[in-house]
């Protein structure tokens, strides 16, 4: 099979694995919370009460990082991104070194948030096009994660 008819038929694999992942309820948003988009998280900002688990989900062909600003979260809270590196410098590290810490189309990531307060973050090759976003962690939240 030549690398073109391989592509072909992973992606009608991806694509009937997706048909058969509908329906099976996991919530009005469907499988993910936060989608990216070329350049772009989807919604910017969310907000979710304690104890929420945030699902980001690459919906996009490009490459992303969903990577914590260091200096943007709750003093509290312990550092958080893609690739489980434990700090903001490790991270931006690790892209460089090898694109550690990306997720690639249709790859997930998710993250249990405890504490109270704005978490910033922002994905690695594309804050420079803005592409950034916010998890709002607050007790007045209504809607789950
Ligand atoms: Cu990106």
Redesign the pocket.
């Known amino acids: 099979m030549d690398r073109r008819a391989f592509l072909r038929s992973a992606g009608t694999v991806a694509l009937a694995a997706g048909l058969a992942g509908c329906g099976e309820g996991s919530g009005e948003t469907g499988d993910y919370d936060v989608g990216?988009t070329?350049?772009k998280f989807e919604p910017v900002s969310i907000e979710v009460p304690p104890g929420a688990t945030v699902v980001w989900k690459n919906t996009?062909t490009?490459?992303?990082?969903v990577t914590a600003y260091e200096d943007a979260i709750p003093d509290d809270a312990d550092y958080w991104a893609t690739g489980e590196f434990d700090s903001q410098s490790a991270a931006e590290s690790g892209w460089l070194d090898g694109n550690d810490g990306a997720l690639y189309q249709g790859d997930t990531y998710e993250r249990t948030f405890e504490t109270v307060g704005t978490h910033d973050y922002f994905?690695?090759?594309?804050?420079a096009?803005g592409?950034v976003g916010a998890v709002v962690v607050s007790e007045d939240a209504t809607t789950d994660a």
């Not at 490009?62 to 990082?65: I, K, P, Q, S, V």
């Not at 994905?123 to 804050?127: L, N, S, V, W, Y």
């Open positions: 990216m070329a350049r996009s490009h490459a992303h990082t994905c690695i090759p594309h804050e096009g592409m």
